[in-house]
């Protein structure tokens, strides 16, 4: 018995058969991108639709609504030097603060504002740290003094 060889014709793709399969690819490339921009947009607006429609919580049947928290304070003072004698004046806000000042490494702790120190000659920086009843703090900028 005789078999015969298998043979495989070998042909080209030609420049046609390219052009069909790449706008084939093309058009099912952009027709998922305008359904799936379909369905996100429609995902969206049912998520949308379903938060307004979502009753606000109750307690005891009382609309509980969220009481924002008091604002963080913000350190920050004014000073008034004559002669050798420092005057500083604490401008910071905020609710129930308490205070301790910085001059150069040197904390004075709560003296209330304003306070009065006699400073000796050269450059010396001035901060003012203060703490509200919610213990958030606050770190003023630093301001430096010249003493002649």
Do not use: C, N
């Amino acid at each position: 018995m005789r078999t015969s060889k298998p043979t495989s014709v070998a042909r080209g793709t030609s420049i046609v058969e390219y052009s069909i399969i790449l706008a084939s690819v093309l058009i099912l490339l952009v027709g998922s991108l305008v359904i799936i921009g379909h369905f996100s947009t429609a995902s969206l607006d049912s998520v949308t639709q379903a938060m307004k429609a979502t009753p606000a919580p109750t307690v005891g049947g009382v609309v509980a609504t969220p009481t924002p928290g008091p604002a963080a304070p913000v350190a920050d003072f004014a000073y008034s030097l004559v002669g050798t004698t420092l005057t500083l004046t604490d401008t910071s806000t905020g609710v129930g603060l308490s205070r301790t000042w910085y001059i150069g490494a040197t904390g004075l702790d709560d003296h209330g504002s304003p306070i009065s120190t006699t400073l000796s000659s050269g450059s010396h920086e001035i901060q003012v740290y203060v703490t509200d009843t919610a213990s958030q703090s606050s770190l003023s900028a630093i301001q430096t003094v010249l003493v002649p």
